[in-house]
């Protein structure tokens, strides 16, 4: 089995930053694509942010120039670094991975951005 631990929300001033990990854990042999997708309440499911295994990054549009995504192959962890953080980015992020057993999805973590 593999496990997929994320961490980092929070509640969060405009023009404030995070920082989400997610970690994964189990048998794995190989991570392909590692991405992070949120849902705020009301709306459906988005890609936020993409990474591949070659580390070419991807983003979605609205957060383009904000928001960077990173991984550490060595630790199976993505991260995305959330800069200048806006009320409409609040929503519950989940990361997904895609490995050799198969897709993966986090448990989700809860960002805020409010005043």
């Known amino acids: 089995q593999v496990q997929l631990v994320e961490s980092g929300g929070g509640l969060v001033q405009p023009g404030g930053s995070l920082r989400l990990s997610c970690a994964a854990s189990g048998s794995i042999f190989s991570i392909y694509d590692m991405r992070w997708y949120r849902q705020a309440p009301g709306k459906q499911r988005e890609l936020v942010a993409g990474i591949s295994s070659g580390g070419i990054a991807n983003y979605g549009d609205s957060v383009k120039g904000r928001f960077t995504i990173s991984r550490d192959n060595a630790k199976n962890t993505v991260y995305l670094q959330m800069n200048s953080l806006k009320p409409e980015d609040t929503a519950v992020y989940y990361c997904?991975?895609?490995?050799?057993?198969?897709?993966?999805w986090g448990q989700g973590t809860q960002v805020t951005v409010s005043s």
């Open positions: 997904r991975m895609y490995t050799s057993k198969g897709a993966y």
